[in-house]
């Protein structure tokens, strides 16, 4: 897919925000051919660039998620910063940031004057609330909805849960907009807060506690019945066994020799519970390798779990991985987001403000 060919060629994207949920989004917009200007403070840049391991000098997330952005560095603190990301936005089709509410306006750039500025401006807002200026972070957030709880670990999850969903539930907002956009010409102000990330994983929870509770996902998809869990095998490893269709899961019980269980796949009582402890015991009896490849030709939805070491070897993700570029060279990495619509930019991620002078100049003279 040619550059020009993308769904969103063309159109500019001045990102302000800072962290995971704003780098999430730039980077659908950035797959997607959008041309995103990142607006860092020229001390200290975005704090991804710090986060360890460091790639070729910049934190590796920063590497993973703003190839091919641009950099620009504005202090928005002082007149001149504020100033020159008013001219940004007066030239762009969207614009990103994250600050509490009413940062922006305390730097001089209220959002009704962005907006009386470029009608068509798509101002984009990742707050902590929706109606509060309050601090949170992605573990409040998934603790706040019941995500982390449901999650059932004593730990936590070392996964942004709530910052990666608000990105890509922003990115739906922003498009939304801009087809609104194509409509009527007009812009506007869209709002995803980041409290709102957790939400679609819970939203079939709420609504069956709603109902008295007992339901499909806290029951059979909450690991309770034999058929869909995760088993340990004997050499420690592990298999997802999603055998929900009782034709799957009486072909896998009795092709790995237990066919006394094939009754009790859907089971999520006290039969059901020592139905699965009988499969566990069972398939440690050989590691997993021994229980795939027995599998191999069965075509039963029965998996490896692997960790985030072996996960970018299985060759099923082939096609859902690229070669990320670094200043130095590139990785395999994630992407792009959209494998059938998007692409990878050819460009690393930018050095703190590389490109400054020339961005300036060039919306300076628009």
Known sequence: MTS???????????????????????????????????????????????????????????VAFFRGAESVGLDLRTPAGAAALRSLAAGADVLIESFRPGTMARFG????????ANPGLVLCSLPGFSVSSAVGHDLNFTGLTGLLRALRTDGIVGLQLADVTSGLLACSSVLAALLRRARTGKGGHVQQPLLSGPLPFVTWAWAERAGGGGGMSEAVLGGRAPAYRAYRC??????????????????????????????????????GQEAAA?????????????????????????????????????PRLVELTEATPTPAGSFRG??????????????????????????LAEFARR
């Open 278 to 314: 009988a499969m566990e015991q069972h398939l440690a009896g050989h590691p997993r390798d021994h229980w795939l490849a027995l599998l191999a030709s069965h075509d039963l939805p029965v998996w490896p779990v692997h960790d985030l070491d072996a996960a970018p070897q299985e």
């Open 234 to 271: 004997g050499d420690g490893r592990e298999l997802s066994v999603g055998c929900l269709e009782p034709k799957f899961w009486l072909a896998f019980a009795q092709l790995v020799g237990r066919p006394d269980l094939a009754g009790l796949g859907l089971d999520t009582g006290p039969a």
């Open 4 to 62: 020009d060919s993308l769904p969103l060629a063309g159109t500019v994207v001045v990102d302000v925000s800072r962290m995971l949920p704003g780098a999430v989004l730039a980077r659908c917009l950035l797959d997607l051919g959008a041309r995103v200007i990142k607006v860092e403070d020229p001390a200290t840049g975005d704090l991804m660039r710090h986060a360890p391991p460091l790639i070729d000098g910049i934190g590796a997330g920063f």
């Open 109 to 116: 750039l209220p959002e009704p004057e962005l907006l009386a």
């Open 334 to 359: 994630v992407g792009p987001f959209f494998p059938s619509l998007g692409r990878t930019p050819e460009r690393s991620a930018p050095a703190l403000g590389e490109h400054t002078d020339a961005i």
